[in-house]
């Protein structure tokens, strides 16, 4: 039997039925604090519980394409904006009594970027919210979604030691406070200010000097804090270890 009669022969139906699914962990930094973006469900099952904005790949688009669909769908955003976002695999998830309907597998991706706007519930969903994730104990999740939560949030803090990927949380010229900032506001720790200056610029490639500056300077007053974007480098070395790995690593 060559290729094309095993196709015309095959049965799909001769196989248990999987459907394949995607959901995001979408984070922003809003008022100086970590938000997840969490919609209510508004249909059985689990119908009232929150969950991470996703649903079914549809026939004719791919694992990104979907993710990126169903993130629009909740915030809003379109075009050139969208394709800002940082969007990345997450992990496959697919215990077999992860979802009551059937047999289905969820593809998480990663998404963050700066000042995402409110979110719009979808057609299936009665609300949508940008939640801190020191709130997320106070809501009911669905399926197995506070373990994909959970290993988003690593996955995060995790980038943020070996990749420029904090950048991604800012405009493209930012200060090296403002960088700072979500390295703090990730992490869930304070930095030394400068400790943190001081390994930014020894990193080649992390950020480039735009030889501008800010309009005015600090709070306090004081010169006028330089301005920066992102550089070329795809991994950081040396890595901005988080305060706790740092103190196992010494």
Same mark, same amino acid.
């Given at each position: 039997m060559n290729e094309q009669e095993f196709l015309a022969a095959? +049965? =799909?139906? #001769?196989?248990p039925a999987v459907a394949v699914t995607v959901d995001v962990v979408? @984070?922003?930094i809003r008022d100086? #604090?970590?938000h997840l973006l969490l919609v209510r469900r508004g249909a059985p099952p689990y119908e009232g519980h929150w969950a991470l904005p996703g649903g079914f790949v549809r026939p004719d688009e791919g694992l990104a394409t979907g993710a990126r669909r169903e993130l629009a769908e909740e915030t809003g955003l379109g075009g050139e904006r969208l394709h800002r976002v940082h969007l990345e695999q997450l992990g496959s998830y697919g215990d077999p009594d992860r979802d009551p309907r059937m047999r289905i597998i969820s593809v998480a991706h @990663? #998404?963050? #970027? &700066? +000042?995402? =706007? +409110? &979110?719009?519930a979808g057609s299936d969903a009665e609300d949508a919210v940008w939640l801190p994730v020191t709130a997320l104990t106070s809501r009911q999740l669905a399926f197995d979604h506070g373990r994909i939560i959970a290993d988003g949030l690593e996955?995060?803090? $995790?980038?943020l030691e070996y990749t420029p990927l904090a950048t991604r949380f800012l405009e493209p010229e930012f200060t090296v406070t403002e960088l700072r900032a979500v390295y703090e506001t990730v992490w869930g720790h304070p930095l030394h200010a400068g400790n943190f200056h001081r390994k930014v610029l020894s990193v080649p490639g992390f950020v480039? $000097?735009?030889g501008a500056s800010t309009e005015r300077g600090g709070a306090r007053g004081g010169p006028r804090a330089k301005l920066y974007r992102a550089g070329d480098a795809r991994l950081l070395h040396p890595a901005l270890l988080r305060p706790a790995r740092e103190e196992t690593v010494r």
């Open positions: 095959y +049965d =799909p139906r #001769a196989y979408a @984070l922003t100086g #604090a970590l @990663l #998404a963050f #970027a &700066p +000042d995402l =706007p +409110d &979110p719009a996955r995060a803090r $995790s980038k480039e $000097s735009t």
